[in-house]
């Protein structure tokens, strides 16, 4: 299995070598774009590929992988059997389960509202409560600088 690494290339089948050398793409590859990852690995594992990716500022970008057409639709129609099948579906159903889609953005907004909550009390003056690791630096604070004055520190 050979795998390189290019550049995107100023034609749609071409690529660019990182030493600015524009190469054609093999006759018979296409672009595999950069949309379902198990279809990506498995094509890469299957055999010959050219990877494509681009490097922005400090991040590298994905522009798709080349390989034989062949490979990809044999692994494409592999894949597909596969998640056809009823274990599969059992399997996705558990990760989903497992994941409680939108519980995530739940909890933000009641630790969000819960923070606000907080700092209002903080703002108005009231008393918060000793558990509150705020409340204990601020006292603390209050009652060193209290003591640098009635000491002539300050």
Known sequence: MTAQTFLPGPAHNTVRTHAGQILPVPHGWELLTPSDAALTRRVKA?????LVQ????????????????????????ELAAERSTDAYAKKQAA????????QRREVRRMLAQRSKELLGTYRRGEPTGIACPLARALASCESAAGSEESTGLG
């Not at 299957?46 to 050219?50: F, L, N, P, S, T």
């Not at 590298?60 to 639709?73: H, K, L």
């Not at 990760?95 to 939108?102: E, I, L, P, S």
């Open 46 to 50: 299957a055999g010959e590929h050219w």
């Open 54 to 77: 681009e490097r922005v500022g400090r991040k590298v970008f994905s522009r798709g992988v080349w390989a034989p057409a062949a490979t990809i639709a044999e692994v494409r129609s």
């Open 95 to 102: 990760g989903d389960k497992r994941r409680v889609k939108g």
